[in-house]
Structure formats: structure tokens, C-alpha cells
């Protein structure tokens, strides 16, 4: 670990609100634990909060209780969060009787009541899902990106992405046959998607945290890594804190640290904080399995059997092609 910030060579972990740690662990009810950290103190506040579509961590309730519940949370949130701070809201869909509600849409008239600007809808498109039978296969969720005021942090040159023609020249004017990019990148835009190949298209690749992801955990919905790292690198400077208000196994404590930031995560659920103790730890050796930062998603070359279009459907197309031809009575 580098030591030139100060930073411990292994991450000091409390599980009490402590400036003087790394990393502070809570396992308390979110509303209880925002209620005892201290104001005008986080740079970064970035979570996936519970849905309300009765995940095994949470009790389904109705629209406007849950609503008004996260609203309270927004509103100690806000209190929290620095003067020159974000904060990103990364959410999916409601669904009620097969109707679908975009959390995005009503999280937005909380945060902007509370006075937040909205300064990104990014999209976080992946590739995989259930299949949906009555309406198109959900692929993609949301993270609203709210800043406090107009003074706020913005590496862009952090979080950079290969230009796709780095070799393109100025045409015309006083930089006629000078290169017209950025040598560290360009700016990887507010779409980041797992299918599209960042190294071609320019758009971020992040592939969401399932089975074969090295990532994964017990936990059913874990933030990637590098989806938090993101943005931790675009709107923090070391050494600043972090927090995640439903933290689960702590992916955005191990994004901070991993960027010598310092972070408070909470969750009630003892077995995901213990897990986020470990991952830690397990990070902090050097045994945690965590997808690089811009490392290009995996594609399938074709010639794998899963890319295969299988036997049966081959035969039984060739079969309808046949009978479809009067073929099948054809004396050849
Ligand atoms: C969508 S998950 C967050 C997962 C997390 N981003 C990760 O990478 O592991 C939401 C988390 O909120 C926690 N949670 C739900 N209700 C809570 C409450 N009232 N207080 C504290 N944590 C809560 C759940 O235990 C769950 O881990």
C-alpha cells in the first residue's frame, strides 16, 4: 500500500464512527446511523439503496411508504455531505403488478427538494438479466449524479478512456496537422455499458457483479468495483471520505480504500458487514478476486458452445425448411 499520503500500510477498520480509521463499518439501520455522523463531512456519498422489490434484505412496501422513508435518509444524507460533494444515486425499477416505475424518476424531486443539482443520468447498461415475457428484457439501470452546490470536484482526466482515432489531426486553423485529441483519453461519456467495447466505441464497460463475475459474493445485487472506483476517482482527491448508506458487502469501502480514500459504510445485515470485513482484509493481502479498472469485457469468439446455435433448433429449422419445400417427399 502506498504510504506517501500517510496512509497506514493496512486499512484500520472500526466498527464505531471514527475519524481517526480507515474504514468504519456500521451495522445499524441506515436512518439510525445517518443520524450520528457528523454534518458537512463526505465528499463522496454513493449507494444502491434497497428497491423495495422484496429482496431477501428488505420488506416490500408500498411505493409512496417507501418513498417517504428513503426521503427521510435523503434528507440526514444531504446533511452530511460536503459543501464541494456528490452524490450518486444508482438505482433500477419498482415493479407492481407488472407495472414498471423507473426509481430514477421519483428519486429525483427528493434530492433536487433538498436543494442537489443534477449534473449526470448515467446509464449502466449490462447484457445480462431475466427474461422478461410481457414487456422488453430490462438491460439497464441508472446512477444520478447530484452535487451540492457549483464547487464541486471533477477529475476528469482520472477517469479518462482511449480515444477511438487518437491519430486524428486538426484540419484547419492554427493547429492544422496537430493532434485534436486528449494524450490521456477522452471522456468516457454518461453511458457505461457492458455489450459496447470501450476500446472501440468509447463507452464504459462494466459488466454487473453475476455468477462468473470474481467479484461475487453471497450477496444478491453487489455494486461492481469499478462502478464505484468511477466515481471515486472523478469526484474525490485522496484522503477524502466516502460514504455508502447501504453498503451490503462493502464494495464501495474496498473502491475507496483501493484509491487511499476513506469511507463509512453501513448495513444492518451482520453476515454482509462481516463479509465486507473480510473482503477488506482479503483486498488489503492481496487475495481479493476484483475486476481491473477499463479491463475490456470478455466477448464471445463463436466458437464456444454456449455461442452455438443448438442441435435441436439446427434440426428442427432444417425440418420446416424441408416440409415447408415439400422436400421430405422428394424421391432424391
Ligand atoms: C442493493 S443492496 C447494496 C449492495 C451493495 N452496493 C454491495 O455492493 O454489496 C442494499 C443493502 O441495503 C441493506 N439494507 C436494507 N435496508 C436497510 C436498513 N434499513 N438499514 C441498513 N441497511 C439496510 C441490505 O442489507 C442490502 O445489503
Avoid at 480515444?163 to 489531426?169: F, Q
Avoid at 455499458?193 to 459474493?217: C, F, M, R, Y
Avoid at 453476515?271 to 481479493?288: N, P, Q, S, W
Amino acid at each position: 500500500m502506498d504510504l506517501k499520503l500517510g496512509f497506514r500500510a493496512s486499512p484500520t477498520i472500526s466498527r464505531l464512527f471514527d475519524h481517526a480509521s480507515d474504514c468504519v463499518i456500521l451495522q445499524d439501520d441506515t436512518l439510525a446511523a445517518c443520524r450520528g455522523l457528523p454534518s458537512d463531512f463526505f465528499k463522496l456519498i454513493i449507494t444502491s439503496p434497497p428497491y423495495n422489490i422484496g429482496k431477501q434484505y428488505e420488506k416490500q412496501v408500498g411505493l409512496e411508504d417507501y418513498l417517504a422513508w428513503q426521503a427521510v435518509i435523503a434528507s440526514e444524507l444531504v446533511r452530511a455531505l460536503r459543501v464541494d460533494g456528490s452524490l450518486c444515486w444508482q438505482v433500477g425499477n419498482f415493479v407492481h403488478d407488472g407495472e414498471v416505475f423507473p426509481l430514477d424518476i421519483v428519486f429525483h424531486p427528493i434530492f433536487k427538494q433538498l436543494g442537489l443539482k443534477l449534473r449526470n443520468r448515467v446509464v449502466w447498461h449490462f447484457e445480462h438479466g431475466l427474461h422478461a415475457s410481457k414487456r422488453f428484457s430490462g438491460r439497464y439501470e441508472t446512477l444520478l449524479w447530484f452535487t451540492k452546490t457549483d464547487q464541486y470536484t471533477f477529475n476528469l482526466d482520472s477517469v479518462r478512456v482511449p480515444s477511438k482515432y487518437p491519430g486524428k489531426l486538426h484540419f484547419k486553423g492554427d493547429k492544422r496537422g496537430q493532434p485534436s485529441g486528449n494524450p490521456l483519453g477522452k471522456n468516457p461519456s454518461d453511458f457505461w455499458s457492458s455489450l459496447a467495447d470501450e476500446w472501440d466505441q468509447g463507452v464504459w464497460e462494466i459488466p454487473n457483479v453475476k455468477a462468473n463475475h470474481p467479484e461475487k459474493t453471497s450477496h444478491p445485487c453487489q455494486f461492481p468495483i469499478e462502478l464505484v472506483e468511477r466515481c471515486v476517482l472523478a469526484l474525490t482527491d485522496p484522503r477524502d471520505w466516502v460514504l455508502d448508506p447501504f453498503a451490503g458487502v462493502g464494495s464501495s469501502l474496498i473502491a475507496a480504500w483501493k484509491n487511499e480514500r476513506r469511507s463509512v459504510g453501513i448495513d444492518r445485515d451482520p453476515t454482509y458487514c462481516a463479509l465486507a470485513h473480510e473482503r477488506l482484509m482479503d483486498f488489503d493481502a492481496g487475495r481479493l478476486k476484483i475486476r481491473p479498472i477499463g479491463k475490456p469485457v470478455h466477448k464471445p469468439s463463436g466458437r464456444e458452445k454456449v455461442a452455438q446455435l443448438p442441435m435441436q433448433w439446427v434440426q428442427e429449422a432444417n425440418a420446416h425448411y424441408r416440409t415447408e419445400n415439400g422436400l421430405w417427399n422428394d424421391p432424391d
